[in-house]
């Protein structure tokens, strides 16, 4: 598939998160793509606090990949977030970020997380397409952005 419609739910796509420390943040996300994945919420935030306790998962750039296996996922599934306040996600530019893609797989199917994690992280290295996801205006244009953006890659 050319875009991320089959990874990024667009009902837990939250355009103003005000978020006032990162666990807040992750809390949130967990709590939208647990519910619109259908699994716990509370295993899924102890999965993803605990893949954040290895190491942080800023990336630069103002953007977090928080990701984690969690049992009940059938496939990697996504969340975005933009956050009101820029939360600290370690990021080895020291950047806070306020555009957060959490990413749920299964724990039995590490290639595909691995996958859908580089497709997310190609993606969003993309300046046109940060600067279009701190634009949008709300959660469609949000998603169409992940949509569209790889579909004229592809072009």
Same mark, same amino acid.
């Given at each position: 598939?050319?875009? =991320?419609?089959? %990874? %990024?739910?667009?009902?837990?796509?939250?355009v103003r998160l005000p978020a006032t420390s990162r666990? !807040?943040?992750?809390?949130?996300? /967990?709590? $939208?793509? +647990?519910?619109?994945?259908? #699994?716990?919420?509370? +295993? $899924?935030?102890?999965?993803?606090?605990?893949?954040?306790? %290895?190491?942080?998962?800023?990336?630069?750039?103002? @953007?977090?990949?928080?990701?984690?296996?969690?049992?009940?996922? /059938?496939?990697? /599934?996504?969340?975005? +977030?933009?956050?009101?306040?820029?939360?600290?996600?370690?990021? =080895?530019?020291?950047?806070?970020?306020?555009? @957060?893609?959490?990413?749920?797989?299964?724990?039995?199917?590490?290639?595909? !997380?691995?996958? *859908?994690?580089?497709? #997310?992280?190609?993606? %969003?290295?993309?300046?046109?397409?940060?600067?279009?996801?701190?634009?949008?205006?709300?959660?469609?244009?949000?998603? *169409? #952005?992940? @949509?569209?953006? #790889?579909?004229?890659?592809? $072009?």
């Amino acid at each position: 598939m050319n875009d =991320l419609s089959d %990874l %990024l739910a667009p009902d837990a796509i939250i355009v103003r998160l005000p978020a006032t420390s990162r666990r !807040h943040a992750l809390q949130a996300m /967990t709590d $939208a793509l +647990a519910k619109a994945a259908g #699994v716990d919420a509370r +295993a $899924a935030f102890e999965a993803v606090l605990m893949r954040e306790r %290895l190491s942080g998962t800023g990336m630069g750039e103002g @953007v977090a990949i928080p990701h984690a296996p969690v049992a009940g996922i /059938t496939r990697p /599934t996504g969340a975005f +977030a933009r956050l009101e306040t820029p939360q600290e996600f370690d990021a =080895l530019d020291a950047r806070p970020a306020d555009l @957060v893609f959490m990413l749920l797989a299964p724990p039995d199917r590490g290639g595909d !997380h691995l996958k *859908a994690l580089a497709r #997310v992280s190609r993606l %969003l290295r993309r300046a046109d397409v940060r600067e279009k996801l701190r634009a949008a205006r709300g959660a469609e244009e949000i998603y *169409a #952005v992940f @949509v569209g953006a #790889v579909r004229s890659d592809a $072009a």
